[in-house]
């Protein structure tokens, strides 16, 4: 059987200090969340739906800092890994 690899999602990027990526490594998804306040943390799930819960809990809408079209265009990317 042939590796297919790692496939990389960037979720957002302001630079290169503070950024959310998903790689997707087989039936792994690894999300990797790194912030010049408070470093890299890293989150395995082994489906899309548990991700997602994940992603609702830690970013919900009503809480998110930053505008209503950035939060639609990250909720967005995360459906797209």
């Not at 496939?7 to 959310?20: E, P, R, V």
């Not at 306040?37 to 609702?56: A, I, K, N």
């Not at 079209?69 to 990317?77: F, K």
Request: proline share 2%; aromatic share 12%; net charge negative.
């Amino acid at each position: 059987m042939k590796n297919q690899g790692v496939k990389k999602h960037t979720i957002y990027k302001t630079d290169k200090w503070n950024m959310l990526t998903v790689e997707v490594n087989g039936k792994s998804l690894i999300v990797r969340e790194i912030s010049d306040q408070w470093g890299e943390d890293c989150y395995t799930f082994l489906s899309r739906p548990e991700m997602m819960r994940w992603v609702e809990e830690r970013f919900p809408k009503d809480k998110y800092e930053g505008t209503e079209e950035e939060w639609e265009a990250m909720m967005q990317a995360f459906r797209e890994v």
